[in-house]
């Protein structure tokens, strides 16, 4: 059983930061993929960033530049957003691959006021 708890989402204005926090725990021998997407009231989710074991990352065109994914050796993922837009509005899901295998946390909600 995998366990995926997220933290750090909340209200910010326009232009600001938050740090988002994904702590995976339980049985996890290796971690091929860990990542972030979204899912805005009416839409459907969408990939935000994702990391590889092997460091390499990948962004949707809509936060290149603003967001930037990282990870520890305690798997843990982050990610950290700058320049948020309202457009940015979403639930904010974290996901981790083990093999075949998608587990998902609970969700965060990140809002962002003009």
Same mark, same amino acid.
């Given at each position: =059983? #995998? &366990? !995926? #708890?997220? $933290?750090?989402?909340? !209200?910010? =204005?326009?232009g600001g930061? !938050?740090?988002?926090?994904?702590? %995976?725990?339980?049985?996890?021998?290796?971690?091929?993929?860990?990542?972030?997407?979204? &899912? *805005? /009231?009416? +839409?459907?989710?969408?990939? #935000? %960033?994702?990391?590889?074991?092997?460091? $390499?990352?990948?962004?949707?065109?809509? @936060?290149k530049g603003?967001?930037?994914? $990282?990870?520890?050796? +305690? +798997?843990?993922v982050y990610?950290?957003?700058?320049?948020? +837009? /309202?457009?940015?509005? *979403? #639930?904010?899901?974290?996901? @981790?691959? !083990?093999? /075949?295998? *998608?587990?998902?946390? =609970?969700?965060? &909600?990140?809002?962002?006021?003009?």
């Amino acid at each position: =059983q #995998v &366990q !995926l #708890v997220e $933290s750090g989402g909340g !209200l910010v =204005q326009a232009g600001g930061s !938050l740090r988002l926090s994904c702590a %995976a725990s339980g049985r996890i021998f290796s971690i091929d993929i860990m990542g972030w997407y979204r &899912q *805005a /009231p009416g +839409k459907q989710r969408e990939l #935000v %960033a994702v990391i590889s074991s092997g460091g $390499s990352t990948n962004y949707a065109d809509s @936060v290149k530049g603003r967001f930037t994914i $990282s990870t520890n050796a +305690k +798997k843990t993922v982050y990610l950290q957003m700058n320049s948020l +837009k /309202p457009e940015d509005t *979403a #639930v904010y899901y974290c996901n @981790v691959m !083990l093999g /075949p295998n *998608a587990y998902w946390g =609970q969700g965060t &909600q990140v809002t962002v006021s003009s």
